[in-house]
């Protein structure tokens, strides 16, 4: 009984240790897998990508130095018409920012007062200057004294004195243009009744304007009657307007330190207005050759300028000095060379060393040639 029960017992060890020996394997190869599948299937970390930039080439070309102001434009002459007699308008003979000739006849006081004081005056010339006559005549016959004769000849001058009075009363009822230029808006009617001195219509002439400007005094010994200059305006953003300094004040202004000028420039395609704000380069020196960025690839900080250069797909943050700047593009005196290529778009999201890649050709420096 005792050798049975060992052999079962025996038996039973060997299929247990049978079978686990079969279930082991397959179960540490199924939870050995799934880690090595789940190990796969894990979220990689991102790859940095390139950073897509737009990109200009420095290139060295012609420069005319100058200094930048800005200014008002001015008519070349300006006056607000005013009558100097009083009396009623009779007619208007204009329209309302129409060109006019000098000497032409704008508005036309009643002149029925002053052309009859003229008829009269006319008249009593007429009859002085006859008394005259007839006392030189009986002068020269002994007839009168030569006192009765000087005071025919004073009485006469008096008469003819006040004969051109009245004339001149009667020629200030019409106002005429002083000057050729533009009538502005008129501020009275046919029928009113103005009195000396009162403001009735504008006239400018805007052939040619001026341009008044401050330079700093530092600038005084460079600064000449005759030197030209570049207007720029807002209202006519694709066009360079030039002219040239005809006037210095003599004066330098003590709270600015500045002095004031004025130069002329032509408007013959009437695109300007007297009172535009006016954006003046004044040409200080002769043409030179300089290089050239556009002024979007300048990456201030604090008191210094940077600038992107791009180097076999990367970007390498440069420090440079700058000179003057115009119409966009800044001079770069140090710092990059002829040729390179700088970052214009997309500063704010590169870094030193950062990849980057063109995304298409930003704008060259204006002048460049292909």
Known sequence: MQKSSVVLFVVIALVAGGAIGFVAPRYLGS??????????DAPKPPVARPTAVEVATVRRQPFVRGVSAVGSLRSDESVTLRP??????SEIRFTEGQRVQRGQVLVKLDDSVPRAEFE???????????NFDRSMELQQKGFISKQARDEADNAMKVQQAAMVLAQVKLDKSEIRAPFNGVIGLRSVS????VGVGQDMVPIEAIDALKVDFRMPERYLPQIRNGQALRIMVDAVP?????????????LIDAGGRSV?????????????????????????GGQSEALLVPEAALVPTGDNQFVFRVEEGRAVRVQIEVGERRDGLVEVIRGIEDQDVVVVAGTQKIRDGGAVTVARPGPRPAGTRS
Do not use: C, H, W
């Not at 694709?238 to 003599?250: E, H, L, M, N, Q």
């Open 31 to 40: 939870s050995a897998g799934t880690a090595t599948q789940a190990a796969a």
């Open 84 to 89: 100097e007699v009083a009396g009623r308008i």
């Open 120 to 130: 009269q005056a006319r008249a009593n010339f007429s009859l002085a200057k006859s």
């Open 190 to 193: 046919v029928g009113d009744y």
């Open 238 to 250: 694709d066009k360079i307007f030039t002219g040239s300094v005809y006037a210095i004040s003599p």
């Open 260 to 284: 004031v000028m004025r130069a002329q420039v032509r408007n013959t395609a009437a695109q300007l207005r007297p009172g535009m704000f006016a954006r003046v380069e004044l040409q200080m």
